[in-house]
T-cell receptor
Framework: LAKTTQPISMDSYEGQEVNITCSHNNIATNDYITWYQQFPSQGPRFIIQGYKTKVTNEVASLFIPADRKSSTLSLPRVSLSDTAVYYCLVGDRGGYNKLIFGAGTRLAVHP | GAGVSQTPSNKVTEKGKYVELRCDPISGHTALYWYRQSLGQGPEFLIYFQGTGAADDSGLPNDRFFAVRPEGSVSTLKIQRTERGDSAVYLC?????????????FGEGSWLTVV
């Protein structure tokens, strides 16, 4: 059963803002929304996490509407080094933080 | 500080052989996870440890796979009678408590190739 749905791929250009939207219609009350970035031949790297409204850190912003059925990862002014796979995750059933990965979104940033 | 450390980074083994993959989590992290990632796919959950005990091993594909964490820190993933289909990157991750909302940190993975 799919927990999240996100675009398979996206293309952008250097200096642009990139927004990746993820759907999670069945999110549970106690689920957090977490985004990871993965470069080839590396492990996933935590980007940002939120529960509701807006979260911002030095890397990205995460926008979560009131119904929490979707979220948008915003990457300001991307560079070539932002080319990676981005995963949107929500928790799974159980009393602990269990991340179930989908296929992610392959972002390609072009010069 | 040091991140999650995994050894070996690369392992090539023959079909039918036994393999051990080691994970050294971030110091003080009680929660430890193993994932497996095949080419072009997202990581697949294998097992979760809370302290020394395997709290959730529902992702282990069959009884050839086994993992231990005897002292609540280092963990070893053991694969018996390896098959070519076991070729993948095996990722270890850890977090402080394992509670929802707790950030999970991944290692760089152990690349296993079964020939």
């Amino acid at each position: 059963l799919a927990k999240t749905t996100q675009p398979i791929s996206m293309d952008s250009y250097e200096g642009q803002e990139v927004n990746i939207t993820c759907s999670h219609n069945n999110i549970a009350t106690n689920d957090y929304i977490t985004w990871y970035q993965q470069f080839p031949s590396q492990g996933p790297r935590f980007i940002i996490q939120g529960y509701k409204t807006k979260v911002t850190n030095e890397v990205a912003s995460l926008f979560i509407p009131a119904d929490r059925k979707s979220s948008t990862l915003s990457l300001p002014r991307v560079s070539l080094s932002d080319t990676a796979v981005y995963y949107c995750l929500v928790g799974d059933r159980g009393g602990y933080n269990k991340l179930i990965f989908g296929a992610g979104t392959r972002l390609a940033v072009h010069p | 500080g040091a991140g999650v450390s995994q050894t070996p980074s690369n392992k090539v083994t023959e079909k039918g052989k036994y393999v051990e993959l080691r994970c050294d989590p971030i110091s003080g992290h009680t929660a430890l996870y193993w994932y497996r990632q095949s080419l072009g796919q997202g990581p697949e959950f294998l097992i979760y440890f809370q302290g020394t005990g395997a709290a959730d091993d529902s992702g282990l594909p069959n009884d050839r796979f086994f993992a231990v964490r005897p002292e609540g820190s280092v963990s070893t993933l053991k694969i018996q009678r390896t098959e070519r289909g076991d070729s993948a990157v095996y990722l270890c991750a850890s977090s402080v408590t394992g509670d929802r909302g707790d950030t999970i940190y991944f290692g760089e993975g152990s690349w296993l190739t079964v020939v």
